[in-house]
């Protein structure tokens, strides 16, 4: 049986760790068992309480309940990782099965989150390329193809800048959509493409926070109902701001998508 680490340094890990597994997109309730299975390892209770960018974490001795500490800490929005969080909840299960100790949890943890960085340019091609099949898939020629992948291409491309500069998630959306789908009109209005509402449909299309609407179905579903909603509402606003987009393409543009 390992020494039982302080429980500063294990409060200091848990808090690394809940805060990148938050950032990531994980769901509340996988972020409270991943956590809980690390504290239990070491031999501490942990109280965990999450707000979409913010948390409050409590770890706590059972044998003396004098030992404690108690944080409120807030968390940055980076891009969803499906690697990374696999990576991480395997991280809490091989600290919980194999007992080992802090210090080679800390350096595991830091080797995964430094080798999972994305391949920018691998992304933003894949991307295109994925909604240019999209527009195929959904009926649109060759020529919407083209100008979804050109459209996506830049979208993406502006997305990513944007966040970097740290402009508003919401006024990224408004802009980007508007560009992608303006970009995709472009096709149509240069004779490109003959189905120009495939191919502004398919322009956004990776703007959609599907995963963000499937964690507030999930969080609500395991009764963390506040931040359910709360990330709920946030996805909402999200594809409010995308209609925007695409509705000033469309009054601009004054061409008809929909035959009623």
Not at 20 to 47: E, Q
Not at 69 to 82: C, D, E, L, N, Q
Not at 104 to 120: G, Q, V
């Amino acid at each position: 049986m390992q020494e039982k680490p302080d429980i500063q340094e294990v409060t200091d890990f848990l808090i690394d760790y809940a805060a990148k597994m938050l950032s990531i997109g994980t769901y509340t309730a996988r972020i409270d068992r991943c956590v809980s299975r690390i504290a239990h390892a070491y031999g501490y209770d942990v109280s965990l309480t999450i707000f979409v960018k913010h948390f409050t974490i409590s770890v706590m001795d059972p044998n003396d309940n004098s030992i404690r500490r108690t944080y409120v800490k807030s968390s940055a929005t980076m891009p969803i990782s499906f690697n990374l969080i696999s990576e991480l909840s395997a991280l809490s299960w091989q600290i919980y099965d194999e007992q080992i100790s802090l210090k080679r949890a800390r350096s595991f943890f830091n080797e995964i989150i430094s080798h999972t960085k994305r391949n920018f340019g691998v992304s933003l091609i894949l991307m295109s390329f994925a909604n240019s099949a999209f527009c195929k898939l959904f009926g649109g020629d060759i020529g919407s193809m083209a100008s979804v992948f050109v459209a996506t291409f830049i979208g993406f491309y502006l997305r990513h800048l944007f966040s970097k500069f740290g402009i508003n998630l919401k006024i990224q959306y408004i802009i980007v959509s508007f560009i992608s789908s303006f970009i995709a009109y472009l096709g149509v209005y240069l004779g490109v493409s003959n189905t120009p509402d495939v191919a502004i449909g398919s322009s956004i299309l990776f703007l959609m926070p599907g995963v963000l609407l499937i964690n507030s179905v999930f969080d609500i579903l395991n009764e963390n109902t506040l931040v359910g909603i709360s990330r709920g509402l946030n996805t909402g606003l999200l594809i409010i701001c995308i209609a925007i987009g695409v509705y000033m393409t469309i009054a601009i543009s004054n061409i008809e998508l929909l035959n009623v």
